[in-house]
C-alpha cells in the first residue's frame, strides 16, 4: 500500500537522524536550557527578522494549541475559529477541556475573514447582557488551513488590524507552515507571520522533524511565564535537547524550505494528473493538500494500491478525498499514482 492519507507517516528526515546519532552522549543541560535550542532559537529569530521574539518547544501539535490558548485566555473568554479549524474538529474537546469555549465561524474554504471577526466582536460589545456570555479574546488561523488553503498578506494584515482594534490576540497554528511558505500563490513570509500574530508556531511534526514545533511569542504579555504554563501541561520535555536539534538542523541551511517545496511540487503534479481526467476539486489548494471529487468507482480503483483520506459525500455516486504528500514522499510514488489516474 502506497500511503497518501497524512504528512506525517513518516520518520524524520535522515540529517535529523545523523545529528541524533552524532550528538547522542553528550551531556547538557534539560528542559530546552541547552546551546542546541538556543542555537535553534537563534536561527529561527533571524528567518522571522526580530530578535525581540521568545521561542520555545513543544512536542505535538495538539499539545502547542492547548498550551498557548489556555495561557493566554481569562476563565470566561474564548478563541474564535473557523468551523473546520483543527482545535474545533479535530483535537477530542481539547480546548474546552481547559476549560475556554471554541467559538466558531462558518467557512466555506477553511479561512475566515476580518469582517467576521468584526462582527463577533462588535456583537459581543454591544450585547447588554454581555457578561453572560463568553468573551471572544483570541482569533484561531491555520496558514495553511485544514483544507489546504492559504491566506494572503493583505488578508492577514486585515485580521490583525481588526483584532488589534478590539484587543484581542491573533495565533495561527503552522503546523503545516512550511508548505503554505512555499505555495506558487503565497505572498507571505516569517516576518509577515511574525508581525500578523501575537503568537504562531513553526510545525515540525509534519515537515521533516521526528517531531516537535517551535512556538514563537512576540506579544510581550503572552511571553510572562509562558514556562510555568508548559510545565503545567506536561510539555517541558526534560530531553529538551531532542527538540532543539531537530530545528536546528531543519533551519539552519534552508532545508525546512527545500523539503516542503518539494512535497508541494508532488501535489501540484497530482492535482494535474486529475484536472487532465476532468476531475474537479473541493478546494482549490496549492499546498501538499489536494482534494479531488471522485467517483466511488474511481475510488474502489485506487483504493486498491493507495490510501488516502475520506473527506466528505458529494453525491451518491461521488465522494471528496484528500491526497496528502510530505516531505519524504518518494518521486516513483508519485509516478505510479499519475500512471494510475491516468487510467481512470
Known amino acids: 500500500m502506497i500511503r497518501f492519507e497524512c504528512d506525517y507517516a513518516e520518520g524524520a528526515h535522515p540529517l535529523i537522524l545523523e545529528r541524533f546519532i552524532a550528538t547522542n552522549e553528550e551531556q547538557t543541560p534539560g528542559y530546552g536550557m ?10 529561527i529569530k533571524d528567518k522571522c527578522e526580530h530578535e525581540d521574539i521568545d521561542v520555545h518547544f513543544l512536542v505535538g501539535g495538539t499539545q502547542t494549541n492547548m498550551t498557548v490558548i489556555a495561557s493566554a485566555l481569562r476563565s470566561y473568554q474564548g478563541v474564535i475559529a473557523a468551523e473546520s479549524g483543527h482545535i474545533n474538529g479535530h483535537e477530542t474537546g481539547a480546548i474546552e477541556a481547559t476549560g475556554h469555549k471554541v467559538l466558531t465561524i462558518p467557512s466555506t474554504d477553511g479561512k475566515i475573514h476580518a469582517e467576521q471577526v468584526e462582527q463577533i466582536c462588535v456583537a459581543h460589545k454591544e450585547d447588554s447582557s454581555r457578561e453572560h456570555v463568553v468573551q471572544p479574546a483570541m482569533v484561531y488561523l491555520s496558514f495553511p488551513t485544514e483544507t489546504g488553503m492559504i491566506y494572503s498578506k493583505e488578508e492577514l494584515y486585515a485580521i490583525k488590524k481588526v483584532a488589534k482594534e478590539h484587543g484581542i490576540y491573533v495565533f495561527i497554528d503552522g503546523a503545516r507552515l512550511g508548505y503554505g511558505l512555499v505555495s506558487c500563490e503565497n505572498d507571505v513570509t ?3 507571520i511574525t508581525e500578523c500574530s501575537d503568537v504562531f508556531y513553526i510545525g515540525g511534526t509534519k515537515v521533516g522533524a521526528l517531531f516537535g ?6 506579544n510581550d504579555v503572552l511571553k510572562k511565564d509562558f514556562r510555568y504554563h508548559m510545565k503545567q501541561r506536561g510539555g517541558l520535555l526534560a530531553k529538551g535537547r531532542l527538540l532543539g536539534i531537530q530545528f536546528e538542523t531543519l533551519f539552519e541551511e534552508d532545508l525546512y524550505m527545500e523539503i516542503s517545496k518539494k512535497a508541494v511540487e508532488y501535489a501540484m503534479q497530482v492535482k494535474d494528473a486529475f484536472r487532465k481526467k476532468g476531475v474537479s476539486f473541493l478546494y482549490d489548494s496549492t499546498t501538499n493538500q489536494q482534494f479531488p471529487i471522485l467517483s466511488h468507482e474511481a475510488l474502489e480503483q485506487l483504493g486498491k494500491k493507495y490510501s488516502f483520506t475520506d473527506w466528505c459525500k458529494i453525491s451518491e455516486h461521488t465522494s471528496a478525498v484528500r491526497f496528502c504528500t510530505s516531505w519524504a514522499t518518494k518521486e516513483e510514488n508519485v509516478k505510479q499514482l499519475l500512471e494510475d489516474i491516468a487510467m481512470l
Open 213 to 218: 514545533e517551535a512556538i514563537v511569542i512576540r
Open 190 to 192: 516569517l516576518k509577515d
Open 34 to 43: 541547552d546551546e542546541h535550542c538556543e542555537r535553534a532559537r537563534k536561527l
